[in-house]
């Protein structure tokens, strides 16, 4: 299986996110230019984080025009597996291949932190390994991340199950005062209908290793890794 | 020459916390008759055209495309008459 690991102009977690699959996981990883178009030898793709195109009018808001993008779009509807991580998930609601968009963050600071995330579902490519409401110490580091949906587009995700990750506490309340971005229903990842394409706003690249502060992000990249061995 | 100016405003059921900070420090420096604040961009674009029907056409289609994202944001524009 082989991973592939988009770069945009601006992206900057590529090659955090090249490691971890390489360095930590032992699985084959290559970078793709955004221009390039041959998508057809890996497995799964990586959409990392950054500032794709400097955030210039609204985050992803260009980068979802790269030739790259109409050929995840493709390879997505075929049923392979891919995610977007914090800039990747802008990118990829920007470019509607996941439901919503992103506001800035109500406090209007850009937040770099360690929280909690609770996947409340366990049953996708990307946490199959974790337990059910498993609770993961993994970082935030964005300006826009306060994920917005109208009330029939949240209904909608919560009846498909989409919503994947969301802010809480260390023991996985997810009150308000846990939200820290000011995010619809805390939400921090969704899924897509057909269930092959992630998008979240903390980086599991970033906490891959303890010496990081944690290593529960490795959860979301083994998950895909056993989904992938198991087909 | 066109000129035009497209308005980005975030849509009114949207939450602006950039307008609500606004707002208080504007309340802090006395303006008390202050009932919203919203915070929106200017974009300015000059375009290569004369027929007036044609810049309104591919400017809306210019603000469905990329400019403004319909999920949170309303756009208007205004030609500017002294360009036609």
Known sequence: MKFGVVVFPGSNCDQDCFYVINNIL???VKYVWHKDTKLDKFD???LPGGFSYGDYLRPGAIARFSPIMKRISEIVEKGK??????????V????GLLPGAMLRNKNLHFICKYVYIKAENNQTPFTNLGKRSQI???????????YYIDEKGLGELKRNKQIVFRYCSKEGKTDSEFNPNGAVDNIAGIINKKGNLLGMMPHPERSSELALGSNDGLLVFKSIVKWLGSR | MVEAEIYITIKKTVSDPQGLT?????????FKEIEEVRVGKLITIKLNLKDKNEAQRKLDEMCKKLLANPIIEDYSFQIKEDTI
């Open chain 1, 26 to 28: 032992n699985q084959p």
């Open chain 1, 44 to 46: 799964c793709i990586v």
């Open chain 1, 81 to 90: 597996p891919a995610i977007g991580i914090c800039n990747g998930f802008q």
């Open chain 1, 92 to 95: 990829l609601l920007e470019a």
């Open chain 1, 136 to 146: 993961l110490k993994i970082p935030i580091a964005h300006n826009e991340g306060s």
């Open chain 2, 22 to 30: 606004i707002k208080h420090a504007l309340a802090s420096l006395n």
